[in-house]
């Protein structure tokens, strides 16, 4: 399924780069576009079909590697700041300096942050706020995205990180896999996540990381050493 898409992907960006198109350049350049941005849809889809058989069958497999608390949640601001702004939301992310460093694969870690700060963003209406921050740094890092939307149904709360579940006001906008397979990340670290919420007053979503290195890391790469000094 990939390799088709690429072939479509690599012909789009062709496009958009020819010049010589007279009056149809701006057609082109546009449906050029679409072509662009479909690929990339598919091919997360693709991706988190993926991810999601790997969590089914065996676990998903990482490569944890030391990496300060400071520079996960810097990521999270450089990457959703602009989309925020776009929309009217103020994303707050606590930037705090920290003496912490966690053993984490973090381009997993940033895919968890992304589908939840992602939905958060999604779902709270313009003028609304999403916080990032982290709260409890004993044995491990607790990390929270809180939001200012409608909030979450209390019959849905137990489904939220179900496979291909999706709430009814949802259904259309993805496979339902995210959360599932931000579920399977953490606990893969060794960690956990959870979400409350009251309906109308918004959603926080939780998750930890434990700085003593209890990650299932496979392929050679697990590791029972500490995850790094104490945080103060």
Not at 13 to 38: C, F, M, P, W, Y
């Amino acid at each position: 399924m990939r390799n088709p898409l690429t072939a479509i992907g690599g012909a789009a960006g062709l496009l958009k780069r020819t010049q010589d198109l007279g009056e149809k350049a701006a057609v082109v350049h546009r449906n050029a576009d679409i072509i662009g941005r479909s690929v990339e849809r598919m091919s997360r889809l693709i991706s988190d079909l993926l991810d999601a058989a790997r969590i089914e069958a065996e676990g998903l497999a990482i490569s944890p590697q030391e990496t300060p608390l400071d520079v996960l949640l810097e990521e999270v601001s450089d990457a959703f700041e602009p989309i925020a702004h776009e929309r009217s939301i103020h994303l707050v992310v606590d930037l705090t300096p920290r003496d912490c460093r966690l053993r984490v694969d973090r381009g997993r870690i940033f895919q968890v942050f992304s589908n939840l700060v992602g939905n958060a963003l999604k779902f709270t209406p313009a003028g609304g706020t999403v916080s990032v921050f982290v709260e409890g740094c004993d044995e491990e890092a607790r990390f929270c995205v809180k939001d200012t939307g409608p909030g979450v149904k209390e019959a849905d709360l137990p489904h939220l990180f179900d496979a291909y579940w999706q709430a009814e006001h949802t259904r259309s906008t993805g496979a339902g896999l995210g959360l599932a397979i931000a579920k399977g990340i953490v606990e893969a670290h060794g960690g956990r996540i959870w979400v409350e919420s009251t309906p109308g007053e918004g959603a926080t979503f939780y998750f930890t990381l434990p700085r003593t290195e209890r990650a299932r890391g496979k392929g050679g790469n697990e590791d029972t050493g500490p995850a790094g000094k104490n945080m103060h």
